[in-house]
């Protein structure tokens, strides 16, 4: 068996994305139950699995996953292509960090350092966007129009593998909790096997077309539905997509759990421990 496996792979090799723990993983591993205050300690420290083995304690969590980071920047990717410009590798993460769910091009990378008055050429910020995905640090998400197959080259999406690391450079505040949010949801599709997009729908945009095998489901990411007002933007470009395929808006709502119009409501909690 194993010779006619090594005649047919020779020269070639398979690669197995091996994610961060899931909400539901990171809750086994810590012997925990799902609640408030578990999902806040899994957005705010990830889902590395070595953190099971540390003390309780932020200061311990943090210092682990910023060697991890430093690591990652440093051995992988600074020794591995031989890169001079270390500042601006830590520039460019910060800059991806805080702009989690936003569209990210080389130019506007570029415009935004020579605000900074740091002049980097759109090509090298291609090249370092590709290096960061080379070590699954972050991942970039193709915009995709709905119902149609034609994938946009312009204008990408990134998110992060592990929210614990991008803790780990920016402190988890209040006021990111949208995109901390759609970086959650992203994470959970990714770790359960779908290919994700974002979906473009005229001029509307869809936070993510998800796809595993011949499952489609489409799905909009909000913080809270306040008002009247805050549920027709969420729901609205899902009700523009003519469809028939299962339609989500996961917020962060406790209570959250019910239907609009064919749309399904569900909470962030809900929607970790239940959705595959």
């Not at 991806?96 to 759109?122: E, F, T």
């Amino acid at each position: 068996m194993s010779g006619e496996l090594a005649t047919t792979l020779a020269g070639r090799y398979i690669q197995f994305h091996i994610h961060s723990l899931t909400y539901k993983e990171f809750l086994d591993f810590h012997e925990l139950s799902a609640s408030n205050k578990t999902l806040y300690d899994y957005i705010k420290y990830g889902g590395m699995p070595h953190l099971v083995n540390l003390r309780r304690d932020e200061e311990v969590y943090y210092e682990y996953l910023k060697n991890i980071y430093d690591s990652i920047i440093l051995r992988d990717i600074v020794a591995r292509y031989n890169i001079r410009n270390v500042h601006f590798l830590h520039n460019l993460i910060e800059f991806l960090a805080d702009n989690i769910g936003s569209i990210v091009s080389a130019k506007k990378i570029s415009d935004y350092l020579k605000s900074q008055q740091i002049s980097i050429m759109p090509q090298t910020v291609l090249d370092y966007l590709v290096y960061l995905e080379s070590v699954f640090y972050v991942e970039r998400v193709k915009r995709k129009k709905v119902g149609g197959k034609k994938i946009f080259e312009i204008g990408d999406k990134f998110y992060f593998e592990d929210l614990g690391m991008r803790h780990a450079i920016i402190p988890f505040q209040q006021k990111d909790i949208n995109k901390v949010l759609e970086n959650l949801v992203f994470h959970h599709l990714r770790a359960n096997g779908y290919r994700v997009f974002v979906g473009k729908i005229g001029n509307h945009e869809v936070d993510f077309i998800a796809k595993k095998q011949e499952k489609t489901v489409y799905i909009q990411v909000a913080y809270i539905i306040i008002d009247e007002k805050t549920h027709e933007r969420e729901f609205e470009n899902l009700l523009k997509i003519p469809d028939n395929n299962p339609k989500y808006v996961i917020s962060i709502d406790e209570f959250a759990e019910n239907s609009y119009k064919g749309i399904f409501h569900w909470s962030i909690l809900k929607f970790l421990l239940e959705f595959e």
